[in-house]
C-alpha cells in the first residue's frame, strides 16, 4: 500500500504466452522507498487464447479471470468484475511493450490528485518498429478529434494508463470492444474530471499484435475507436439540445 493507497493493475491478454510472466512479474518486483510492493493485485484476463497464457501467468503470481468472448473493453471489464478493493487501477498491454517502472508517474499523479492519467508514447521515447504506421496514423487522427470537439490536449490514446476507482465508476464505462481507451478519455473530459498526460517509453512488443498487426485488426480498431468519439459528442450535442429545450419551456 502506497499512501495509503490500494493499487490493482489490469492486464488484458490474449494469446500472449511468450510476454506475460514478463509483465506480471515486473510489476510484481515494484516496490516504493517504504519497501512496500506498489501492487497489491495483479489481473490478468484471459481473452479467448488459443496458447497457455492464463496458466503462465498464474505461474508468474497473477490473478487469472477467463473472458471467452473477444474485445479489449470485455477483457477490461470481466477483470474489473473480479478487482478487489482497490483505490487506483493501473491498466497496462500484456505484451511488454511497455515499462514497468514507469507506472510509479502515473501513480504518482493520481496521488497528487489527478483522475485519470494517461501514458503518452508521443510523449515519450519510442523503439524504431515499436508502433505501426496504421497505430502513429490513428492516434494522430483521434487526437486531433478529440483537440478539435473537446478543445483538450490529447496526444495519445495509450493503453498504459491508471484512474483513481471512484472515478472510473463514475465513468459507467460500456464499450465492449476497441473503443474502450477513447470512451475513457472522453467521458473523463465531459465529467470535467483532472486528465494528465505523463510520457511513457515504447519497445517493440514480443509476438504480433492481434489489432495493429492485421488489416483487418486496423480497420476494426479504427471504426471502434472513430466511432466511440462520434457517438459521445452526438450524445453530448443531444443533451445540451434537451437542455435548452427545457429551460425554453
Known amino acids: 500500500m502506497y499512501l495509503q493507497q490500494t493499487i490493482s493493475a489490469i492486464i488484458p491478454a490474449r494469446d500472449e504466452s511468450r510476454a506475460i510472466s514478463q509483465v506480471v512479474e515486473a ?6 522507498g517504504t519497501h512496500e510492493p506498489v501492487f497489491d493485485n495483479i489481473i490478468v484476463c484471459d481473452n479467448g487464447s488459443s496458447d497457455d497464457t492464463a496458466e503462465v501467468a498464474a505461474r508468474a503470481g497473477a490473478i487469472v479471470v477467463k473472458e471467452s468472448r473477444p474485445g479489449y473493453g470485455n477483457a477490461c471489464l470481466a ?9 487506483i487501477v493501473v491498466f497496462i498491454d500484456g505484451d511488454n511493450a511497455f515499462y514497468a517502472d514507469q507506472c510509479r508517474a502515473l501513480i504518482d499523479e493520481i496521488v497528487n490528485g ?13 523503439e524504431k518498429g515499436a508502433l505501426t504506421v496504421a497505430q502513429r496514423f490513428g492516434n ?5 478529434l478529440i483537440r478539435r470537439i473537446w478543445g483538450v490536449p490529447i496526444t495519445d490514446l495509450g493503453p498504459y494508463r491508471a484512474i483513481r476507482i471512484d472515478a472510473l465508476k463514475r465513468l459507467a464505462m460500456q464499450d465492449r470492444t476497441f473503443g474502450w481507451t477513447v470512451e475513457m478519455q472522453v467521458k473523463a473530459i465531459q465529467a470535467n474530471m483532472k486528465l494528465v498526460e505523463c510520457a511513457v517509453d515504447t519497445r517493440r512488443r ?13 480497420l476494426g480498431a479504427a471504426r471502434g475507436i472513430l466511432g466511440m ?21
Open 27 to 32: 510489476l510484481a518486483r515494484l516496490h516504493f
Open 79 to 87: 477483470a474489473l468484475s473480479v478487482l478487489p478493493s482497490s483505490d
Open 114 to 126: 489527478a483522475d485519470l492519467v494517461i501514458g503518452s508514447r508521443q510523449l515519450g521515447c519510442t
Open 140 to 144: 494522430w487522427l483521434a487526437s486531433v
Open 206 to 218: 514480443i509476438g504480433k499484435s492481434k489489432i495493429s498487426g492485421t488489416i483487418r485488426g486496423s
Open 229 to 249: 468519439i462520434f457517438l459521445l459528442w452526438r450524445q453530448e450535442c443531444r443533451a445540451k439540445r434537451q437542455a435548452v429545450a427545457t429551460r425554453e419551456q
